[in-house]
């Protein structure tokens, strides 16, 4: 990833309020930065965008160094993958979009 950045489709990330301006012309950053004024997992941004999630984790991860996004990782990073409870709830914030 060019950015740099872990992230995996449970990765959160979030615009803070003191994000600096924008500077990239391609309408999928300006999308992903409206997107993300409320917290989203990359996977919902991927899904809301109808990117595939390899392109959407480089955009993110572009924005991420820009200072634009900030990120978190799951909230439980030593769950086991088969936990139904994290897949529901991505499963869940993706039907919604």
């Known amino acids: 990833m ?3 950045h872990d992230l995996d489709m449970l ?5 803070p309020n003191a994000a600096p301006p924008l500077r990239r012309v391609e309408p999928e950053y300006a999308e992903i930065v409206r997107l993300c004024r409320l917290p ?3 996977a919902e941004v991927s899904a809301a965008l109808r990117l595939p ?3 959407t984790k480089i955009l ?3 924005l991420i160094s820009d200072g634009i996004l900030n990120f978190r990782g799951p ?3 030593e769950a086991v ?5 994290i897949l529901r709830a991505v499963l869940d ?3 919604k979009i």
Do not use: Q
């Open 75 to 77: 909230a439980n990073s």
């Open 81 to 85: 993958p088969d936990d139904l409870n």
């Open 2 to 4: 060019g950015a740099g």
């Open 11 to 15: 990765t959160v990330v979030l615009v």
């Open 40 to 42: 989203l997992a990359v």
């Open 60 to 62: 993110v991860g572009d």
């Open 53 to 55: 999630l390899a392109v």
């Open 93 to 95: 914030g993706i039907r």
